[in-house]
DNA sequence: GACTCCCGCCATTGG
DNA sequence: CCAATGGCGGGAGTC
């Protein structure tokens, strides 16, 4: 107990006073930023355990966010659980085995999917159906479920639920597939096998974000958008080895406004107004809603709806396509150092802050001069 | 008005 | 029993 206190009024706006609306704005308070933050205050030289509490104070955020970060984080080897509010920090040098054994994984459901599908069709064509039902890729053990029988059927359904395994098998649609573009409604009904409850659909999706927020964060996905359609989706990066830590993917898109990293570490002032209801109205509306919910419409399904959607029929084993993109485009547009940093001007009061600052100011830097090395014209910048 | 996805209630789990 | 965890989905911001 100390430092900062819970509620702190103090947005770093440069602007001089006056901010009648102080804008409450949802950005700086996403997942991914505050991922970025948390990298970067712990992806360094010396760091060995990370407590959960001072995470979250350091970052001025509620633990619930610290337990979001961290699951995924720890999903992909960066971290790895020690004890209790406890977690070793493994780094990022951590992630390249763990992709790996999330491919050979995924390659190992891919042909029990097969072998019990014993629908191997090599279809080159645009339909290729996936797996035909109810069996989400998991790592659990045994699967009895029978839509029928209800009672303790699964013990560990929560662990199914979690996001570090969904973050997982996230990443397995990528690493073990020929995909290198997924947009998360492809990615959840994939993940989710069937169930196309608009209800469940709608909950994995809320989920993917998260872990796709974060996931951007640390440069192993980028958001795109699918070839054809106009639809948002996530590109595949990998591991780019950089030991440094790399902010590209979140500066670029501070192009436009003020994504910008450090912007308000202490972040629990301002929250967006909750709609006056208190918890009690709210839980008994839950409640009934769950009531009223409950008789599912069960439809099944019918139409398989198959997203032409290519499962590179099992990975290549060894080495194979590994997927070694890098930021190869060149829509990556340039804005000027100088602006930003004049433009930005630091408010931090915070020792821990300003040394960050300098960190990504200089990272950034030298990554801008090389990209501008490549790309001597800035590009014209469109819109995004 | 569709997309994103933050917030925090509260069920679970662990000690 | 309480504290640590973390599923979950309402609904507020964004685009």
């Known amino acids: 107990m100390s430092d ?4 702190n009024p103090n947005l770093p706006l440069t602007s001089s006073s006056s901010s009648l609306h102080h804008s409450y704005s949802r950005k700086q308070k996403s997942l991914g ?7 970067a205050l712990y992806n360094r030289h010396g760091i060995e355990t990370i407590g959960l509490d001072d995470a979250a104070s350091k970052l001025g955020v509620e633990r619930r966010r610290i337990y979001d970060i961290v699951n995924v984080l720890e999903s992909v080897g ?13 780094g990022f040098s951590a992630i390249p085995a763990a992709l790996k054994e999330l491919q050979e994984e995924g390659a190992k459901d891919t042909f029990h999917r097969f072998y019990t599908n014993e629908n191997v069709k090599v279809s080159d064509d645009e339909d290729d159906e996936e797996e035909s039902s109810s069996q989400p890729l998991s790592s659990s053990q045994t ?4 839509p029928g029988s209800l009672d303790s059927s699964k013990i560990d359904n929560r662990r199914e639920k ?3 395994l969904l973050t997982q098998n996230f990443i397995k649609l990528f690493v073990c597939s020929e995909a290198r573009i997924i947009s998360l409604d492809e990615a959840a009904k994939l993940l989710l096998g069937d169930a196309h409850n608009t209800s469940i659909m709608r909950t994995k999706v809320r989920r993917l974000y998260d872990i796709a927020n974060v996931l951007s964060s640390m440069n192993l996905i980028e958001k795109t958008h699918t070839l054809d359609s106009r639809k948002p989706a996530f590109k595949w990066l990998g591991y780019n080895g950089e030991p440094t830590f790399t902010l590209s993917s979140d500066l670029m898109q501070a192009e436009s406004t003020k994504r910008v990293f450090g912007t308000d570490l202490t972040n629990v002032s301002v929250k967006r107004s909750r709609t006056h209801e208190n918890a009690t109205e709210r839980r008994i509306k839950m409640k009934q809603h769950a009531i009223a919910d409950s008789s599912y419409n069960q439809s099944s399904d019918d139409a398989h709806e198959s997203r032409r959607y290519k499962f590179g029929l099992f990975a290549p084993a060894a080495g194979g396509t590994y997927p070694a993109a890098r930021l190869e485009d060149n829509s990556k547009r340039a804005f000027d150092v100088e602006n ?11 020792q821990v802050l300003k040394d960050l600052f300098a960190h990504y ?12 090395q490549k790309n001597p014209l800035p590009d014209t910048s469109k819109r995004h």
Do not use: H, I
């Open 143 to 146: 699967d009895t479920s029978k």
């Open 340 to 350: 930003l940093v004049s433009d930005y001007r630091p408010t931090y009061q915070n």
């Open 78 to 90: 960066v971290l790895t659980k020690r004890a209790k509010n406890q977690y070793t920090w493994k």
């Open 33 to 39: 930023l505050l991922c970025t933050n948390f990298l």
């Open 4 to 7: 900062l206190p819970p509620e």
């Open 162 to 164: 979690s996001l570090g």
């Open 361 to 372: 100011m200089d990272a950034w830097k030298s990554w801008y001069s090389e990209v501008t």
